[in-house]
């Protein structure tokens, strides 16, 4: 760890690579408007990332307010600079129904985040979008986190090492928390190892049966899925193991929408 990455130092100020107000795409709250906090910088490499402008710290934070208006911060923003815009989104656009914490991978700003909230109260609750490969202070982070919308990433899909205990040991530490909302979202293609899939299903069902799995086929970055995925799809749901009823298939919205 660098000086520069010390937890103090990260808890200081974020990088931020965007903020705005959008229609949620994703997940079982797909279609609620909700304000995004894009953290800059991850941990991963997936080869199917659609936010590669959000990978590494970019120097500035683009700021695009619900009345159209837009400017920009210099990163890191502050944890009272950032306060100010979450409280006037929230006033200036009532339908915002969740602040969305996203990335690249927000819980490698995971100090900042946990010291803002303590901090500031957001006028609605938070929803931590996240790659779950992290689990290291997770557990402090989630005393102000309402819901979890828990990656699990494939090696065959997403090119990176497989990241099983890691992604054991979040789902763990989310589920010792009743009060967190955990869902699981599984990017999937043609390509998609089905025994790498049935193993992310029998992972998440052994840290709860009630846990939601969403397959998210995997686009070609301009919202388009291939030819067939209807084929791979229906072939995944049937070979899964126990019952498939409660798995969804989960396109993101937003892009076929054609909004951001
Ligand atoms: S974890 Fe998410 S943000 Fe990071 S590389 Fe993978 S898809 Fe992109």
Known sequence: MTVLESPAVMAAGAYISEIFASFQGE????????????????????????????????????VEYPDGS????????????????????CAADPAIAMISLTGGEPMVQREFIARWLEEFSPAVPCLLETNAVIPEGLDELLEHIEVVSA???????????????????????????????????????????????????????SHGPDIRIFLQPIDDRSGYISDGSDAYLDAFLRELPGSASDIGISPQLHKLAGVR
Not at 33 to 54: I, K, L, P, Q, W
């Open 151 to 205: 990656d699990i990433k494939l090696p065959s899909n997403s090119g990176e090492s497989p990241q099983w205990e890691s992604h054991e040991e979040f789902l763990r530490v989310c589920t010792s928390r009743p009060a967190v909302e955990t869902y699981v979202k599984v990017p999937v293609d043609a390509g998609t190892d089905a025994d790498e899939l049935a193993r992310a299903v029998r992972l998440v069902r």
């Open 70 to 89: 837009s400017r920009t911060l210099p990163n890191p923003v502050d944890i009272r600079t950032l306060s100010t815009i979450v409280a006037e989104f």
């Open 27 to 62: 997940g079982p709250r797909a279609g609620q408007r909700h304000m995004f906090v894009r953290f800059a910088g991850c941990n991963m490499r997936c080869v199917y990332c659609d936010t590669e402008y959000s990978l590494t710290r970019v120097p500035v934070c683009q």
